[in-house]
C-alpha cells in the first residue's frame, strides 16, 4: 500500500489536509495477518496499535485457563491494547486476528516522533483513545445493568455482523455466557 492509498484512507475519518496526511502516512506500516495470527500476548508489553483495512481482531484475556472475549475490531477501527501500549506495561490481555486482515500499524515509537513532528496527532490520538473508551464504558455498564439476552440483542442491533464473523463460543464469552446459555437465549429470541 503506498502513501496515497493510506491518504485516501485517512480521509475518510480525519480532517488532516493532503500535507499534513504526508507527514503523518510514513508513520504507519502497513502489515497483512493471516488468520488466528497472535499480535499480542498476555504479559507482553503492547508497542504497536492497529488500524484494520479488512477483517476481524479480537481482544481477549484468560481466567482459569479459558479464554474470555473482551471486544472484537473490525473496519476502520483502531485495535490494541491501549492501558499497555499508552502505558509501557504488560498487557492484561491477548490480541489475535480471527480473519486474515490488512491493518495500519502505528508503533510506539512512531507514536512518540509523530507528537514532535507534528502535534496535531496528539488530538487525533486522544480522539481515538476517547472514541475506545466510550465503547468500553457502555460494555462495561452493559454488563452491569443488562441480562445476557439483552446485551445479545444490543449485539444483534449494533453490530449484527459479528455473528457470521465469529465464533459462537467467542461470542457467548463476549456476553459472559456459556455456549449452552447462548443456544437457548438465541431460540427464544427467534421465537419472539
Do not use: C, P, W
Given at each position: 500500500?503506498?502513501?496515497?492509498?493510506?491518504?485516501?484512507?485517512?480521509?475518510?475519518?480525519?480532517?488532516?489536509?493532503?500535507r499534513e496526511l504526508r507527514v503523518i502516512m510514513p508513520y504507519f506500516e502497513?502489515?497483512?495477518?493471516?488468520?488466528k495470527s497472535i499480535l499480542l500476548d498476555i504479559g507482553e508489553v503492547s508497542n504497536e496499535v492497529f488500524y484494520l483495512i479488512k477483517g476481524c481482531i479480537r481482544l481477549y484475556c484468560e481466567k482459569d485457563g479459558e479464554e474470555l472475549s473482551t471486544y472484537f475490531f473490525t473496519e476502520n477501527m483502531f485495535a490494541?491494547?491501549?492501558?499497555?501500549?499508552?502505558s509501557q506495561q504488560p498487557s492484561k490481555v491477548a490480541i489475535e486476528t480471527l480473519e486474515d486482515c490488512e491493518v495500519l500499524v502505528l508503533s510506539h515509537k512512531s507514536q512518540e516522533k509523530l507528537y514532535k513532528v507534528f502535534p496535531k496527532m496528539?488530538?487525533?490520538?486522544?480522539?481515538?483513545?476517547?472514541?475506545?473508551?466510550?465503547?468500553?464504558?457502555?460494555?462495561?455498564?452493559?454488563?452491569?445493568?443488562n441480562s445476557p439476552e439483552e446485551r445479545y440483542l444490543m449485539l444483534i442491533k449494533d453490530r449484527p455482523e459479528l455473528l457470521q464473523r465469529i465464533p459462537q463460543h467467542q461470542i457467548a464469552s463476549f456476553l459472559g455466557v456459556t455456549r449452552v446459555?447462548?443456544?437457548?437465549?438465541?431460540?427464544?429470541?427467534?421465537?419472539?
Open positions: 500500500m503506498n502513501d496515497q492509498d493510506k491518504i485516501r484512507l485517512f480521509k475518510q475519518f480525519t480532517d488532516f489536509n493532503d502497513f502489515k497483512i495477518f493471516k488468520k490494541g491494547s491501549y492501558d499497555s501500549f499508552l496528539n488530538e487525533f490520538i486522544r480522539k481515538a483513545i476517547e472514541q475506545r473508551f466510550v465503547l468500553l464504558h457502555d460494555l462495561f455498564i452493559s454488563y452491569l445493568l446459555s447462548l443456544s437457548r437465549i438465541r431460540n427464544r429470541v427467534a421465537k419472539k
